[in-house]
């Protein structure tokens, strides 16, 4: 089955650090694109970061530019999101998305609190 | 950036009546490579975004053909010609040229 599975969200004090882990099945994943989009409670949908298929070009949106870092394993079919300085409106439901022309596969999300 | 802005903001319809959601970027769609990353999501109370429309009008696999996506350059349209239970919930356009822009979304709900 195709499919994007997140891990690795929870509960983490301001200023903390939470990696995230997105884990592809049933496609050639090496191939892809990959996004992070997030989705605050009750909000919609804003861009994070995006890897190219190879890892050789990343690209962050200026609110998690400098704190936040993506990588992939394309040997173990695993995307990653270090989310480091974490802050109150960091707070969201974070998504992995596989691209391909136009084309998005998403994953169910792992929900990431930053609260004191 | 590319800002995504949706039309109506909420949309009450009557089941088996038609609804239409507008989308329009600040700058054009249109690729490089001639194609235009314009697409619909559609999204339901704890529920990932579902993809229903890719490059403005191909429909996902599995996606009813009462759903159709219409539009070029900055302005496009998503439309549905029935509507039943299961469309209720928040529709979103997105672009994708490098990075991802969505539009701030369209509640629809049944009447």
């Known amino acids: 089955e195709v499919q994007l599975v997140e891990s690795g969200g929870g509960l983490v004090q301001p200023g903390g650090s939470l990696r995230l882990s997105c884990t592809a099945s049933?496609?050639?994943?090496?191939?892809?694109?990959m996004h992070w989009v997030r989705q605050a409670p009750g909000k919609g949908l804003v861009w994070v970061s995006r890897?190219?298929?190879?890892?050789?070009?990343?690209i962050y949106a200026d609110s998690v530019m400098g704190r936040f870092t993506v990588s992939r394993d394309n040997a173990k079919n695993t995307l990653d999101l270090q989310m480091n300085s974490l802050r109150v409106e960091d707070t969201g439901i974070y998504y992995c998305?596989?691209?391909?022309?136009?084309?998005?596969?998403w994953g169910q999300g792992t929900l990431v609190t930053v609260s004191s | 950036d590319i800002v995504m802005t949706q039309t109506p903001l909420s949309s009450p319809v009557t089941l088996g009546q038609p609804a239409s959601i507008s989308c329009t970027s600040s700058?054009?769609?249109?690729?490089?490579?001639?194609?235009?990353?314009l697409s619909w999501l559609h999204q339901r109370p704890g529920q990932p975004p579902r993809p229903l429309i890719y490059?403005?009008?191909k429909r996902f696999s599995g996606v009813p053909d009462r759903f159709s996506g219409s539009g070029a350059g900055t302005d496009f349209t998503l439309k549905i010609s029935r509507v039943e239970a299961e469309d209720v919930g928040i529709y979103y356009c997105?672009?994708?040229?490098?990075?991802?822009?969505f539009g701030g979304g369209t509640k629809v709900e049944i009447k």
């Open positions: 998305v596989r691209d391909w022309y136009g084309e998005h596969l």
């Open positions: 049933g496609f050639t994943f090496s191939s892809y694109s």
């Open positions: 890897i190219r298929h190879d890892g050789g070009s990343t």
């Open positions: 700058q054009s769609l249109v690729h490089s490579d001639g194609n235009t990353y």
């Open positions: 490059q403005i009008s």
């Open positions: 997105m672009q994708d040229t490098l990075a991802l822009t």
